[in-house]
């Protein structure tokens, strides 16, 4: 397992933000399909806005990631942030948070 800060949206994250949308909508009983488009922009309003996004890594796969939409002192932030993402990627295959 690794945990990565992500400086720049790509295909991969893009898609996985998409199928949590997906999840996120089907909460609601509305189906729908995963957009890789629209993923890829929201990842990107999350960097553009300078909010620290990780990630986990698994077997060179992404498992999960996380975006720090609060504001906090940078010397508490990535401590903070690699600590959650490092409880997420010891989470059962298919779990989320």
């Known amino acids: 397992m ?3 800060e ?4 790509n295909d991969a994250l893009a898609e996985m933000v998409a199928l949590f949308r997906v999840e996120l909508r089907s909460y609601k009983g509305i189906a729908s399909r995963p957009n ?4 890829r922009e929201e990842m990107e309003e999350y960097l553009f806005a ?7 890594l698994v077997d060179d796969k992404y498992a999960g990631y ?6 906090l002192k ?3 932030r990535s401590p903070l942030w690699m600590s959650i993402g490092q409880t ?3 989470l059962p295959s298919g779990d989320r948070i």
Do not use: H, N, S, T
């Open 50 to 56: 300078k909010f620290p996004v990780y990630a986990a």
């Open 88 to 90: 997420m990627a010891k």
């Open 66 to 71: 996380v975006v720090c939409r609060i504001k």
């Open 74 to 76: 940078d010397g508490i």
């Open 6 to 9: 992500i400086k720049q949206a």
């Open 2 to 4: 690794e945990i990565l």
């Open 36 to 39: 890789i488009k629209a993923g």
